[in-house]
T-cell receptor, first 111, second 112 residues
Framework: QQQVKQSPQSLIVQKGGISIINCAYE??????FPWYQQFPGKGPALLIA?????SEKKEGRFTISFNKSAKQFSLHIMDSQPGDSATYFC??????????FGQGTTLQVKP | ETGVTQSPTHLIKTRGQQVTLRCSSQ?????VSWYQQALGQGPQFIFQ???????GRGNFPPRFSGLQFPNYSSELNVNALELDDSALYLC???????????FGSGTQLSVL
């Protein structure tokens, strides 16, 4: 688990604000960089992902920014909504076939 | 198309007992992975099965074992349960080991 460090641990944002979650990794063999969203009582669900040959990917209100040289990638949630309140995990994929999850960030969006 | 289903949803066992958790993969998916998620932590990889063969294992002792059936459903078996085995056990399926995993809602195991 030390291979992936996620920050912050928790985040409170006002409705309409921008939520930013960061992930730092060590293993340069990672080849796929997803973010998962998990609601209480549910399993993680793939939210958005990026490959290392691209620096940014946007899907609706969600954007991933990827910095290969710094070994970091981040999730930006624009116009955050109360329904976005959940736990978010970065989970880079290793060439051994497994996802390495970060510790998680609990996001609360206040109305 | 059905998603990943796991059973049971909750389970209470006593230390030293054995448990079997079950998972049905998403339609068309031939790869199943199991993860353990302790409270307040990210999921940790246990092992992966591809076409009925173990295809990668995380840092878990041999008392964690698995099986995949011809219909690609899977079982996770844990022997000699310990208190620290209390966690949410997640099953995820994918096609041909693809990195896009689809998770079930998990089995919450409590060991007393």
């Amino acid at each position: 688990q030390q291979q992936v460090k996620q920050s912050p641990q928790s985040l409170i944002v006002q409705k309409g604000g921008i939520s930013i979650i960061n992930c730092a990794y060590e293993n340069t063999a990672f080849d796929y960089f997803p973010w998962y969203q998990q609601f209480p009582g549910k399993g993680p669900a793939l939210l958005i992902a990026i490959r290392p040959d691209v620096s940014e990917k946007k899907e609706g209100r969600f954007t991933i920014s990827f910095n290969k040289s710094a070994k970091q990638f981040s999730l930006h949630i624009m116009d955050s909504q109360p329904g976005d309140s959940a736990t978010y995990f970065c989970a880079p994929h290793s060439n051994t076939g497994k996802l390495i999850f970060g510790q998680g960030t609990t996001l609360q969006v206040k109305p | 198309e059905t998603g990943v289903t796991q059973s049971p949803t909750h389970l209470i066992k006593t230390r030293g007992q054995q448990v079997t958790l079950r998972c049905s993969s998403q339609s068309g998916h031939n790869t199943v992975s199991w993860y353990q998620q302790a409270l307040g932590q990210g999921p940790q990889f246990i092992f992966q099965y591809y076409r009925e063969e173990e295809n990668g294992r995380g840092n878990f002792p041999p008392r964690f074992s698995g099986l995949q059936f011809p219909n690609y459903s899977s079982e996770l078996n844990v022997n000699a349960l310990e208190l620290d085995d209390s966690a949410l056990y997640l099953c995820a399926s994918s096609l041909n080991g693809n990195e896009k995993l689809f998770f079930g809602s998990g089995t919450q195991l409590s060991v007393l």
